[in-house]
Nanobody
């Protein structure tokens, strides 16, 4: 059974950093691109953040480029989202998701989702 489990969320002050982890199990990670998305309070849409594939393709949305980066350690079956210089508007539930397609920014391309981890940026 394919499963994704996020961790690492929490409360952080503006300007701080967090690293989220996404542990994958139940499938061959080599065949999947893993994306990071977030859902802000009161919004239905999940916004694309970053995506990485096992062949090294990796990119992030312009809105977070320079502050967020995604990396993966396939041996540990773990994908990371490093978030720096966090702002109050980064407050959201953060999700990792998997797709067998090429690295994509479209959440509808991702068929498998974790349960999410809350990130709150506040002083």
């Amino acid at each position: 059974q394919l499963q994704l489990v996020e961790s690492g969320g929490g409360l952080v002050q503006p300007g701080g950093s967090l690293r989220l982890s996404c542990v994958a199990s139940g499938f061959t990670l080599d065949y999947y691109a893993i994306g990071w998305f977030r859902q802000a309070p009161g919004k239905e849409r999940k916004d694309f953040l970053c995506v990485s594939s096992s062949d090294g393709e990796r990119f992030c949305a312009d809105t977070v480029k320079g502050r967020f980066t995604s990396s993966r350690d396939d041996a540990k079956r773990t994908i990371y989202l490093q978030m720096n210089n966090l702002k109050p508007e980064d407050t959201a539930v953060y999700y990792c998701a998997a797709t067998v397609r090429i690295a994509s920014m479209d959440p509808t391309d991702f068929g498998y989702w974790g349960q999410g981890t809350q990130v709150t940026v506040s002083s």
